[in-house]
C-alpha cells in the first residue's frame, strides 16, 4: 500500500534539492520548525493543507503542481509500474485484483462497442454560455 505523506515528502524533499535549498532556509520562509519540515519530508508526518500551502509557497512552486506530481506517482502504484523510493529501490507496488478485473472489463467493452450511427448524433442542440441555442446537423456519411 502506497502512502500519501510518503510520496508527498518525498516529492517536496525532491524540489527542495533541486533548488538547492536546505531544511533551514525553506523551514524559515514557510515558518514552519525545521524538525517537522523534516518529519515531512521523510514521510513522517502528514502535513495540513494550510501547511502545505506554506511549503509550497516557501519553494516558491504552485500546490496544484506538487499535487499533480504526487498523483501520477499514486496512479503508477495503483497500475502496478515500478516506483523506486529515495534510495532508488524499487518499491513493488501491484494492483488490487478487483482493479484490474474492472479495469480488464472497461477495455473489453470499448473493444466490442459499436460505433454511434450517425442518426444518433444528428440534430444536436447546443446551450452557449450567453443563453442562446443553436441547432447542429449532422449528415450520414453514405
Known amino acids: 500500500m502506497v502512502l500519501l505523506r510518503e510520496l508527498l515528502g518525498e516529492t517536496l524533499r ?34 495540513s493543507s494550510e501547511l502545505l500551502a ?3 509557497g516557501a519553494l516558491q512552486v504552485r500546490l496544484s503542481e506538487v499535487l499533480a506530481e504526487v498523483s501520477r506517482e499514486v496512479a503508477a502504484h495503483e497500475r502496478g509500474d515500478e516506483v523506486v523510493n529515495q534510495q532508488g ?3 513493488a507496488v501491484l494492483p488490487l485484483p478487483r482493479e484490474k478485473e474492472a ?5 473489453r467493452r470499448r473493444r466490442h462497442a459499436p460505433p454511434p450511427s450517425p442518426a444518433s448524433i444528428a440534430g444536436a442542440r447546443t446551450r452557449h454560455r450567453r ?8 449528415r450520414a456519411a453514405a
Do not use: F
Not at 515558518?31 to 513522517?44: C, D, F, Q
Not at 479495469?103 to 477495455?107: D, F, I, K, T
Open 131 to 138: 443563453g442562446e441555442v443553436t441547432d447542429s446537423v449532422v
Open 14 to 47: 525532491r524540489r527542495r534539492r533541486a533548488q538547492k535549498r536546505t531544511l533551514r532556509d525553506v523551514s524559515k520562509q514557510a515558518n514552519v520548525s525545521l524538525g517537522y519540515l523534516s518529519e515531512i519530508e521523510r514521510g513522517h508526518k502528514e502535513p
Open 89 to 91: 529501490r524499487p518499491v
Open 54 to 56: 506554506s511549503v509550497c
Open 103 to 107: 479495469l480488464e472489463e472497461a477495455q
